[in-house]
């Protein structure tokens, strides 16, 4: 599968952004889709994730209760709604694609778990 993240731009602090994953080359459902981000100098980290047919999400604990992960299979495309940015949400943010084996919702947080990336985009909050 081919991932295209888009939707990164620069926004004041306390804005918000919508970050687009469109998807193709096979049936998006069967994927569990997550989100990562990486700051300068830092390595990347689990942001969110979502479950195949979206019933099921998790959240890194920095960005609970402010970013919200979505999906529309119809549309092969997964979401991002980024609200109240903070300066350190700054990143470039990656989506990435995973079968996750076995067929059991059990949230895939780490980097070794997806199987697919997309190229990312950058998400800047001054400050």
């Known amino acids: 599968v081919q991932l295209q993240a888009s939707g990164g731009g620069l926004v004041p602090a306390g804005g918000s952004l919508r970050l687009s994953c469109a998807a193709s080359?096979?049936?998006?459902?069967?994927?569990?889709m997550g989100w990562f981000r990486q700051a300068p100098g830092k390595e990347r980290e689990f942001v969110a994730t979502?479950?195949?047919?979206?019933?099921?999400?998790y959240y890194a604990d920095s960005v609970k209760g402010r970013f919200t992960i979505s999906r529309d299979n119809a549309k092969n495309t997964m979401y991002l709604q980024m609200n109240s940015l903070k300066p350190e949400d700054t990143a470039v943010y990656y989506c990435a694609a995973t079968i996750l084996v076995g067929g059991v919702w059990d949230p895939p947080t780490a980097r070794h778990e997806y199987d697919y990336w997309g190229q990312g985009t950058q998400v800047t909050v001054s400050s």
């Open positions: 979502i479950s195949w047919s979206g019933g099921g999400t």
């Open positions: 080359g096979r049936t998006f459902s069967e994927f569990v």
